[in-house]
């Protein structure tokens, strides 16, 4: 089969519809490219995929992750077995807008009004398509979605009467509790993390050193919710604490290997999605109202960075969202350096509607874990967190 777009039919292994919803009232469009499952896409939920960055396309996540089809070197259709699409029918979602291949005159700068647009946009995917508005929905991401998924889930709920069958979230590898998360960055470099030190002693003294200084300026910026703390703190932690890593060689994403593309997130294959994406013949296509595109969009990340939103405590919306839906917070026991977690959690940890408690160590339930309704069973991934 082929990618059905609004103009031809590209080669590739599944049916894909690319909507590209507008918002006319003030001028944007998010393009979410939409892939049926393989499986009983009458019955079988719906999943919003996001990446993260922030400013980075979902298509990331199609292409080298979890999509039904990757490129080699030389574009072909490589068919991906294990895709999510295998047994549910998902939404990969260039957001916010001017990422991928999203546009709008404007701008967005936080998760709050990033939130605002994607609640829209999914309210006019499911009046244009309703027949996929009673399957259960779901909304899965990684990295930045970490401070996404709680606030994008968070505007869903405010809206008590809307079409969208919202049943769960899952957030991987994701950028959640920077106040908790920041310290286990040196670990992770420093051979305590379960893999060989990446860094020699004095740049892991100078991690140590920097430590409290950057978890006071993350606290600050929690206590006052305010750009004027929020940004020093991101300045000052990610170039203390992440960037030891970053000017290391090593891939920030799976520390086990080099970093293969530095033009390209490390990974020479994202290279060759770009390249491919933008062909005249597909920009044609898909019906691209953008010139070009690029897999991270770092006008908007600055413009995110510039607002205090890397440091919110957004996970603090995570309690009150899990007394109405389940959420799955799952992360991998080794690989991801840029987004660790204290728990040992060896795979998955899996809570539905338990009362949480907030603690040094992180989030724990009184109740145990339990799983999800089948959804984390079903869906499989292949790849680490990216952006």
């Not at 009458?42 to 979890?66: M, Q």
């Not at 029918?89 to 807008?97: A, E, G, K, R, Y």
């Not at 006019?124 to 899965?140: G, M, T, V, W």
């Not at 691209?288 to 413009?303: G, I, K, L, P, Q």
Request: hydrophobic residues 35%.
């Amino acid at each position: 089969m082929g990618i059905l777009t609004t103009k031809k039919k590209i080669n590739t292994c599944s049916t894909v519809s690319v909507p590209g919803q507008a918002r006319e009232t003030i001028g944007l469009t998010l393009t979410p490219g939409f892939f049926e499952s393989r499986n009983d896409p009458e019955n079988d939920p719906v999943v919003l995929w996001l990446n993260g960055g922030p400013g980075c396309s979902s298509l990331t996540g199609l292409f080298l992750e979890l999509g039904p089809a990757s490129f080699d070197k030389d574009t072909n259709i490589i068919h991906n077995p294990y895709s999510w699409n295998s047994n549910a029918s998902v939404i990969f979602l260039d957001q916010p807008v001017n990422t991928g291949f999203s546009y709008s005159g404007g701008s967005v700068s936080n998760s709050v009004a990033a939130g605002k647009d994607v609640y829209a946009l999914l309210t006019l995917f499911f009046k244009q398509f309703p027949e996929y508005s009673h399957q259960d929905f779901h909304i899965a991401g990684e990295s930045y979605a970490g401070h996404y998924i709680p606030v994008f889930t968070s505007e869903i709920l405010s809206h008590n009467k809307n079409n969208i069958n919202l049943k769960s979230v899952l957030i991987g590898n994701g950028l959640t509790d920077g106040l908790t998360q920041y310290e286990y960055y040196r670990p992770m470099a420093c051979g305590d993390g379960g893999w060989p030190a990446i860094l020699d002693e004095s740049e892991c003294r100078s991690m140590d050193n920097a430590l409290p200084r950057c978890q006071s300026l993350i606290k600050n910026c929690y206590d006052s919710d305010s750009a004027w703390f929020c940004v020093p703190a991101s300045i000052y932690c990610n170039n203390a604490i992440i960037g030891p890593y970053q000017r290391s060689g090593q891939n920030p994403y799976d520390v086990r290997a080099k970093c293969e593309d530095g033009d390209n997130l490390c990974y020479t294959q994202l290279g060759w999605i770009t390249e491919y994406l933008n062909r005249n013949e597909v920009l044609e296509a898909l019906g691209a109202e953008v010139d070009s595109y690029d897999s991270c969009n770092f006008d908007v990340n600055r413009n995110f960075q510039g607002s205090g939103d890397w440091m919110k405590p957004f996970h603090r919306l995570v309690p009150s969202i899990m007394e109405k839906i389940p959420v799955l917070i799952y992360a991998v026991s080794l690989p991801s350096y840029l987004h660790p977690h204290p728990l040992d959690w060896m795979g998955l940890l899996m809570v539905h509607r338990a009362t949480l408690t907030s603690s040094a160590t992180g989030w724990v339930t009184k109740h145990g874990p339990k799983l999800l309704t089948g959804l984390g069973r079903r869906l499989t991934t292949r790849s680490n967190s990216r952006p």
